[in-house]
C-alpha cells in the first residue's frame, strides 16, 4: 500500500543555520505534494506544496525540492528560527484525495 | 469564525462509555477530513465528506467508529464503547475542495 515516510524522526540545528528535512514517498499517482508545520497543542497548519510536474519551489525562507526518479522529497528551511520549532509533516495525496501522512520530523532549534 | 473550531478541547471518558466529538468547519468548505493523532505520531485518516457525496469511511478504525456530517457544516464523530487504544487526539480540517487543509486544534481524548 501507500505509504510517506521520514528519515529522521529528529532534527537539531542551531538558530541561523539552514534546516532540511527528507521525506520519501511510495504513492507515484499523487498530484502534489505537501509540507505542514505542527506546533505544540495545535493543528497541522500549511506551509508549502509542489505539483508532481515540478522539482523546486520556492517560498518565503521555504524550498521544497522534489526528486520523482527516487521518490524523495525535502524542504528547506533558510536561516532557522525558534519559531520554526514544530512537527513537519509530508503528504501525499493520491487522487482520491485522502491524505497520507508521514510520522513527522520534530525540528529543534537551539539559540 | 476565521477557522475549524472543536469541542470539546479534552474529553476523559471511562472505558465502555460513549463520546461525540464535534467539528465546526470554516463557512463555505466544502470537504471536511477527520484524522486521529496517537502520541509523538502522525495523521491517521478517518474519513472525509465533500459535498453532498457520499462519506469515505475507508479510514474507520472499527465499526466502533462513525462519523455524520450536516450539509455543509458541522460535522460530530462518534466513538461508542471507547477503549483505551482510543486515546488520541482526533484532528478535524476542512477544505474548499483543493488539497490545502485548515486544521482545527484538535480534541484530546483520554479514556481510562
Known amino acids: 500500500g501507500e505509504s510517506v515516510g521520514l528519515h529522521l524522526p529528529t532534527l537539531s540545528v542551531q538558530e541561523g543555520d539552514n534546516s532540511i528535512i527528507n521525506c520519501a514517498y511510495s504513492n507515484s499517482a499523487s498530484d502534489y505534494f505537501i509540507w505542514y508545520k505542527q506546533e505544540s497543542g495545535k493543528g497541522p497548519q500549511f506551509i508549502i506544496d509542489i505539483r508532481s510536474n515540478m522539482d523546486k519551489r520556492q517560498g518565503q525562507r521555504v524550498t521544497v525540492l522534489l526528486n520523482k526518479t527516487v521518490k524523495h522529497l525535502s524542504l528547506q528551511i533558510a536561516a532557522t528560527q525558534p519559531g520554526d520549532s514544530a512537527v513537519y509533516f509530508c503528504?501525499?495525496?493520491?487522487?482520491?484525495?485522502?491524505?497520507?501522512f508521514g510520522a513527522g520530523t520534530r525540528l529543534t532549534v537551539k539559540p | 469564525g476565521a477557522g475549524v473550531s472543536q469541542s470539546p478541547s479534552n474529553k476523559v471518558t471511562e472505558k465502555g462509555k460513549d463520546v461525540e466529538l464535534r467539528c465546526d468547519p470554516i463557512?463555505?468548505?466544502?470537504?471536511l477530513y477527520w484524522y486521529r493523532q496517537r502520541l509523538g505520531q502522525g495523521l491517521e485518516f478517518l474519513i472525509y465528506f465533500q459535498g453532498n457525496s457520499a462519506p469515505d469511511k475507508s479510514g474507520l478504525p472499527s465499526d466502533r467508529f462513525s462519523a455524520e456530517r450536516t450539509g455543509e457544516s458541522v460535522s460530530t464523530l462518534t466513538i461508542q464503547r471507547t477503549q483505551q487504544e482510543d486515546s488520541a487526539v482526533y484532528l478535524c480540517?476542512?477544505?474548499?475542495?483543493?488539497?490545502?487543509?485548515?486544521f482545527g486544534p484538535g480534541t484530546r481524548l483520554t479514556v481510562l
Open positions: 463557512s463555505g468548505h466544502t470537504a
Open positions: 480540517a476542512s477544505s474548499l475542495g483543493g488539497h490545502e487543509q485548515f
Open positions: 503528504a501525499a495525496p493520491p487522487v482520491s484525495n485522502d491524505m497520507r
